[in-house]
Each structure stands twice: as structure tokens, then as C-alpha cells.
């Protein structure tokens, strides 16, 4: 009984200190545990954590305050939604006050169409800064995934702790919201007004385009009553306070236009100052050698009056050409100064029969565009163009014979002639019935058609007269004093100006007629359209273009001769054979080059 006590007492202790053992070593086991947790899973950050998550939101915020802001290229966008802005003011305004000449119309639509376009490139730059402005508040909204930023922010005690630099945070992001704020809305103000714009655009484009479709040759429906049908639309009292009201319409579109164009002319007018001075040098060169009186033995007829005068010739008829959608008073008044200008050309060398007749004709535009631009569509204006157009018709008739004895090229006055009393006899029939502005049209055509062909054979001859003074200049610098047989040659040289001149004419009277748009399009179509020979497919358009290098690379290599002071009938002589060999080798390289490059465009047309 003792034994087996005693031996109860033994294993008691035993397992007593077996389990203190057991449960240390627990304990130790645990302690590792919790101290290796703490170094690496503590979750519980530091002074130097929020501080660094702070600094990183006042970072993030400074960088989203500077983007939100904005820079240059915004500005600039909206300097030029401004002047879109005031542009399209300016067109919608002339619409609704401006006769409706084609000429005018013409300049609204392309106008117009390139406003449509500014507007579409707007609307475009704007959504693409609405996006920037977005994702730069996605930059800023991300900042609440910030786990330790946000324990801090809940936390208002340790929040006490960083009260200045919560207080800077809090300064940033209010300055960054409220300028998020104003530029989202001036965003949306630009887009809703671009929206509006482009709806006026629109409707302004139907309207235009309805005009020019009603001023259409092939568009014969009534306009107005019949001219023995009306009564005086427009009351005398108001005439003045109208003519006063579209002369500003008219100055405020044409100073428009020269803006728009001033790069365009400023270019015509640095050439057109380089042809002045290369032209004076020439003279100044024989006039200085004393060749000033062979001069008069190449019969000048214009050059000999002074350089300028036949510079502003060339000037304007250039200016005439490329402005064909200009606005209506823009273009007659550089039809009327150039008119003017020949007045002084054609003093004292034309017979005074024929300079009153020039006078007479010159009135009789003047009065007719004065009629066009400035006086509403009424009885007063469409008697006042039926007796112009009668006037017309009898200066066709009977007066018109005395400017063609003056003029260098007089066949194509006779066609001229015909146009301008055909056009006068349709716009008196047209004028009858009701169609107004398509009577009016085909009188301003009328007398473009007869005045340009005077003009453009005005500038033939000068460019004749250039010519020859180059090469009357450059055989003198040779030593060659003996002259030349200048009217063969005039009339060799003329030939290839007299396709140009009859090209300018034929566009100047297309572009009035509101016909010229139409048969570029259908002249364009036929030459880029696709025509299959067997597997072979080319367009027209190339092969024409072909053969047009290949007969200018000819007519080049041939007239380049000129410029070096040689002609076709020299004596042997007279040749320099240093410079005939440069000359040789001139034709050549432009004879070459011409044919390489007909190549190119005919094998590009065969691929």
C-alpha cells in the first residue's frame, strides 16, 4: 500500500514536470512566433509612413493643379475659336444683307466650308482636353486607394498630430477641384457654342448653296414678278440708308477677304517686284551703253511708257485669275483698276474715236457694278440694267469695231464681241420674266468677258516685249548690235501665251457664269477615272499630262536659246561657241529631264 503510494507521488512529479517543460516550450515557441509577425506583418505605420503619404498626395495634386491649368496650345485654340467666331458672325451678317451676286455666294460657301471644317478640328482639340482633364482626375481619385492615407485621415487623434501638413493638403486640393471645376465648364461652354456654330454653318451652307442653285444657267423658275407686273419694292426714302448699309456690308467682306488673302497677294506682290527691277535693270543697261534709241526699233508699245504701269497690268490680270471666288466688290474693283490702268497705257496712242469708246465702256461697268453691289433688287435696279444692257447691245453693234483695230491679238475679240452681245440679249429676256439674279449675272459676264479679252491682250504684248528685251539685252552684253527680225519672232513666241490667255479668259467667264466649279469637277472625274486594256489599267489624266511634258520639255529647250541672246536664223559669226556649247548643253538637260519625268507620269499611269 506505502509502495504503491509512493509510487503514485513519483509519477505525479514526473508528469508535472514533463508538462511545465512541454508548456515552455510552448511558450518559446509562441514568443518566436509573435516577434517574427511584428518585423514583417505589422500593419500599424509610423510618423514616417503618413508622412510620406502625405508628401506623395500634395505631390500628386501640385502635378494634377499644373496639368488641369490651362497652357498655351488651349489658349491658342481658343484665339482661334475666337476668330472662327468672328469670321462666321461676319458671313452671316453679309447674308442677310448682301445682294445676292454669285460672286458673293461663291465666297460664303467656300467660306463656309472651311468654318465647317475649323469647327470640326475644334470640337475635336476640345473633347480631346476633356479627356486629359478626366484622366487627370482619375490621378486624383486613385489617391483613396492609399491604405495609410486613409487610416490617417480616419484617425482623428494621430489626424492632430500632422494638423499643418493636412492644412496644406486641404489648400491644394480645394485650389485643384475649383480649377477642375471652371475649366470642365469652360470646356462645356466652347463645346456647346462649337455645336451651335456648326448648326448655323450648316443652315448658312443650305441657304448659299439654294442661291447658287437658283443662279444656275439651267434653273429657269421665276425669281419676281414679270418687270410689267411690279411695283417699286423699295422705297425712295430707305434707297440711301440701303446703298449705306451694304457698303458696309460689302467693305467688311472684301477687308475679310484681302486678311484671308494678304499671304497669297503679299507673294504676287514680292514677284511682281522682282520682274520690276530685273525689267529696269535691262533698261538701265542700254540706256547707260546709249542703245536707249534702238529701243524704239523693236516697236514697244507699252514697255516704252515706263515699267510700272505694264507691271500693274501683269499684276492685276494675275490677281484676276487666282481670286475667281473672291467678293464681288473685291474683284470689280480690281477689274475697274485695271481698266484704269490701260486708260494710261492707251493714252496718246489710241485714236481719240477709240479711247471715248473705252471711256463709254468703262462707265457703262462701273454703273452696272454699282447697281449689282449697292442697290436692292427692285424697279429702279432691273430698268436701270435693261438700259445698260441696251446700251450694251449697241456698243456690241456699232461702236466696238474701233478698240479691236488697237488691240495685238483680234481674234479673239471677235468672239467677244458675239459673247457680249449674246449675253446682253439674255439678260434683257431674262430680266422680263423674273429671273433677276441670273439677268444680273449674265450682264456683269457680259462685260468681264469684253474687258478681260482687252486686258489679257494688253498683257500678251507685254510679255512679248519682255521677251525681246532679254534678248535684244543679252546679244548687246555679246556685242552683237545688229537687230534681230522681232515680229517673226513675236509670232513664234506668241503661240503657246495665246493658249494661256485663251485658258484665263475661258476660266474668268466660267467662274461668272457659276458654271466653272461644275466642269473642273466633271473635267477632273473623266481625267482620274480608271480605264482597263486588258490587264493594263491607266487614267486619262496621266496619259494627257504625258504628252503636255513632253511638248513643253520641246518647247523649252527650244526658247531657252532666247535667253541666251540666240535666234534661229544667227549668222555663224555672231555664235560664241563657249556659250553656244552651254546652250547646247542646257537643251539638253531640259530635254532630258522633260522626257524623264514624262516617263515617271506615264508609267505611273500604266501600273
Known sequence: ?????????????????????????????????????????????????????????????????????????????????????????????????????????QMYRIVLQEIQQELEEQNKAINAKNLDLENIKKRVIDLRKDKTLITLIKDTIRRKQFKKEFGDLRKRYV?????????????????????????SVSNALVAVEGKLEKSGISIFNKEYPSLWQINDSVAKKRVKHNIGAKIIIEENVSAYYLGYKAGGLITLCFFMGLLFWYISRNIKYLNTNGYAENLQLLNFKYLNRGVLLPILVIALNIAVVTNLYAPALFLELIQLFLLGVL???????????????????????????????????????????????????????VQIKTLKEELYIKGFFKWASIIFIGLNILSILYNLFGRVSLSNMLSITAFISLTQIVALSVLLKIILE???????????????????????????????????????????????????????????????????????????????????????????????????????????ENINKRQHSKLLITRLVVLISGYLLAVVCFWNAFR
Not at 508535472?16 to 518585423?39: C, D, H, I, M, W
Not at 496718246?348 to 453691289?373: E, I, T
Request: hydrophobic content about 45%; overall charge positive.
Open 1 to 105: 500500500m506505502i509502495i504503491h503510494k509512493k509510487t503514485f507521488y513519483f509519477l505525479s512529479l514526473f508528469l508535472l514536470l514533463l508538462f511545465s517543460q512541454f508548456n515552455y516550450a510552448q511558450q518559446q515557441k509562441t514568443v518566436k512566433k509573435e516577434s517574427r509577425g511584428r518585423l514583417f506583418n505589422d500593419t500599424t505605420a509610423t510618423d514616417s509612413d503618413y508622412l510620406m503619404a502625405i508628401e506623395k498626395a500634395g505631390e500628386v495634386l501640385e502635378s494634377a493643379y499644373n496639368d488641369i491649368d490651362f497652357a498655351g496650345d488651349t489658349r491658342h485654340l481658343f484665339g482661334e475659336m475666337k476668330r472662327t467666331e468672328s469670321k462666321l458672325d461676319l458671313i452671316l451678317a453679309s447674308l442677310k444683307g448682301a445682294n445676292p451676286n454669285v460672286r458673293n455666294q
Open 175 to 199: 485650389a485643384t477641384d475649383s480649377l477642375m471645376t471652371k475649366n470642365q465648364t469652360t470646356l462645356n461652354n466652347k463645346k456647346r457654342l462649337t455645336v451651335q456654330r456648326k448648326i
Open 343 to 397: 486708260i494710261f497705257l492707251f493714252k496718246n496712242q489710241w485714236s481719240g474715236v477709240a479711247m471715248r469708246n473705252w471711256l463709254f465702256l468703262l462707265g457703262l461697268f462701273f454703273a452696272l457694278c454699282f447697281l449689282d453691289l449697292f442697290i436692292t433688287i427692285g424697279l429702279l435696279q432691273r430698268f436701270a440694267f435693261v438700259a445698260i444692257n441696251v446700251l450694251g447691245i449697241r456698243y456690241g453693234l
Open 466 to 572: 519682255i521677251i525681246l528685251l532679254q534678248i535684244y539685252t543679252t546679244r548687246v552684253k555679246r556685242g552683237i548690235e545688229k537687230m534681230f527680225d522681232y515680229e517673226s519672232l513675236s509670232d513664234t513666241l506668241k503661240k503657246p501665251f495665246i493658249i494661256v490667255i485663251s485658258y484665263m479668259w475661258l476660266i474668268v467667264i466660267a467662274s461668272n457664269l457659276n458654271i466653272w466649279e461644275s466642269l473642273r469637277g466633271s473635267l477632273g472625274k473623266l481625267l482620274s477615272h480608271p480605264n482597263t486594256i486588258g490587264s493594263i489599267t491607266f487614267t486619262l489624266g496621266s496619259v494627257v499630262l504625258f504628252f503636255i511634258i513632253i511638248w513643253a520639255a520641246h518647247l523649252l529647250q527650244k526658247y531657252v536659246a532666247y535667253f541666251f541672246g540666240e535666234i534661229d536664223d544667227e549668222n555663224e
